[in-house]
């Protein structure tokens, strides 16, 4: 018997997983308006969520998605009309709250009266949907060893045949079916790391099989049993499988992410099972976290060629439409942007990372807009979105918005706000205190890059130095007042070199660590200068300013990173314990009364590489 799309609680399609009923990106039986009005379609109503990347399940009139406060992680149940929240159940402590990419990112799964949700840990957990009450939960995760997953499991849980499957990556559990009722161990097969997409059921003649993309491979599973029918090989060494594959039987498209490209596979009987073989393969089609849709025979979905999108920018690369059975691109276009997609009433919603909502025609001939709206103007937004009875369900890293899209028009008495009405607000452009960006911002640098930017920090503290040895013989003044002053310069020369030196050559130079290590060294030296001073005097006060100064400018960079997407954020702010030592001498030998600039100068250096490089160490040991 052919799998079967979930159904929602009342017996109704809605959008009960990741990706629709039936796990392709499909809202079937949809009716859409065919062009957005001059204001842009109805806001029925829109809340601030939390932190999360989870998208939303909907069924029953309910939307179910996971968010985290301050305190704690939960799964929380809306009135899909209203967002208003009917229950939230709470599953843990916050997940990477301080990092890069916060909260969870898993979607919910409903079916029948029971919703299910995977933790970033990889708890697994079962609830009633109508009221949120426990029936069982576990950890596979951590009871199986799972592996591949350290960016915080992605994958949602997958429910068909009675069976809850995941991918674990685990030794002999690459991937674990559990019973849905009482979460029991039915099966784990593979031996594989996983990765961060959702497995997909499929039916080969007849027999139901379920595929799951690997860190380095797609393996191919009899959903009943977990027997390993095949396994392929798609890359080395660490990747990201976060994209949905696509089939359509005997076929099985494979998007790669950054540049890896597209494989369209034919499913061959071979010894009573079946065995994949390449059709085609295209460079034209990589996909990221925004998994393509077949509709036809035209694929469609954008094509990742460089970074994700950030604040200051959008991603880079083309939304492309190519013909399913022969990987041949129909036409491409810039305009749509990175996009997520549901196809619905022969035509496509997209919602790009740039916070945008847009209608197109699903044309295999060429890009067709029919629509666009700007709904997170000012946010990057990377959550899939859901449609179910018309109403379009969206989300950022913190907000949600739910629309209007559906034929029918909406009650008179129901109150709605136009897209302008929608709160926004302006944010500050980081790139500015850059002036360029690293290809990959969220990758550890390599070897060579860290010792570029030591180098070009160097260049810049030899040249204050010299600096301060000029200013020492021309000018008489108290000499502590004075060397703070200078501080401040070379703190401020940290800063503007490497935004003038990403504007003027090619090779990206990160030159904050300098401006860092300027602030703490000024505040030691400030402190050491006036350590023998009243403890509430005007002197001593100076130094307590100087270190709040140096708090703020510490705050500034951690959150200049965040917003640059850049993962070094902790590894500098953790160098300050390895320069101490060597910084508590700089600052004595600053206020040393027979102080020798050379002495003191090599004693800066020497602090400036210890902080450097201990910090570089830190981050080699945490991310390498």
Known sequence: MAWQPLCAADG????????????????????????????????LWTRELGQGYSGFAVAGGRAYTQTQSLYE??????????????????YGWPYDGGGLYPGPRSTPTVSGNKVYFVSPQGLVGCL?????????????????????????YSASPLVVDGLVILPVGGASASVVALNAEDGKLVWKSGNKPASYSTPLPIEWQGVPLVVALLQN??????????????????????????????????????????????????????????????????EKMSNDVASSVLVGDTIFGFDLREAQSRLHRPSRGEFRALDFLTG???????????????????????????????LAQASADRYEELGRAPIFPNEVCWTAPALAEGRLYLRTQTRAVCLYLGRTPLDSTRHAISVAELPTGRRFDPSVLIGGERDY??????????????????????????????????????????????WTLVLLAGAVAGTALNRLQSQYVFTWPLVLWAAFQLTLNRSWAVRHAPLW?????SSYLVG??????????????????????????????????????????????????????????????????SAVGFLWWRLG
């Open 12 to 43: 109704g399609v809605g959008w009960p997983q990741f990706r629709g009923p039936a796990g392709d990106g499909h809202a079937p039986a949809v009716e859409i308006i065919d062009a957005f009005p001059a204001a842009g379609p109805p806001v």
């Open 73 to 90: 992680q939960s799964l929380v149940c809306l009135n899909g009309d209203t967002g208003a929240t009917i229950w939230s159940y709470s």
């Open 128 to 152: 009633t949907a109508d009221a949120g009450k426990l029936v069982w939960s576990l950890n596979p995760n951590e009871q199986f060893g799972g592996r591949g997953t350290e960016f915080g």
């Open 217 to 282: 491979s797609i393996g191919c599973f009899q959903r009943r049993t977990g027997e390993l029918w095949w396994e392929l090989p798609l890359s080395q060494g660490y990747d990201e499988h976060a994209t949905a594959p696509i089939y359509r039987e005997p076929h099985l498209l494979i998007t790669g992410p950054f540049q890896s490209g597209a494989s369209l596979y034919r499913l061959e009987a071979a010894e009573q099972r079946c065995q994949p073989k390449l059709v085609w393969f295209s």
């Open 328 to 358: 041949q691109v129909l036409w491409s276009s810039p305009e749509p942007g990175h996009a997520q997609i549901i196809a619905a009433d022969g035509k496509l919603i997209l919602f790009n990372d740039r916070g945008g909502v847009i």
């Open 441 to 486: 911002p969220a990758t550890l640098p390599q070897s060579s890059e860290f010792a570029r930017w030591f180098a070009w920090s160097i260049a810049v503290l030899f040249a204050g130095l010299v600096l301060v040895g000029i200013c020492r013989r021309l000018i008489r003044v108290e000499w502590d007042w004075f060397d703070a002053a200078l």
């Open 537 to 541: 005097s005007w002197r001593r006060g």
């Open 548 to 613: 709040l100064c140096f708090l703020a400018l510490c705050c500034l960079y951690f959150h200049l990173c965040r917003w640059l997407g850049l993962a070094i954020e902790w590894g500098f702010l953790a160098g300050f314990a390895g320069t101490l030592p060597a910084g508590f001498v700089a600052a004595w030998m600053g206020a040393s009364e027979r102080r020798r600039l050379f002495v003191e100068s090599l004693a800066l250096l020497a602090s400036f590489a210890s902080f450097y490089w």
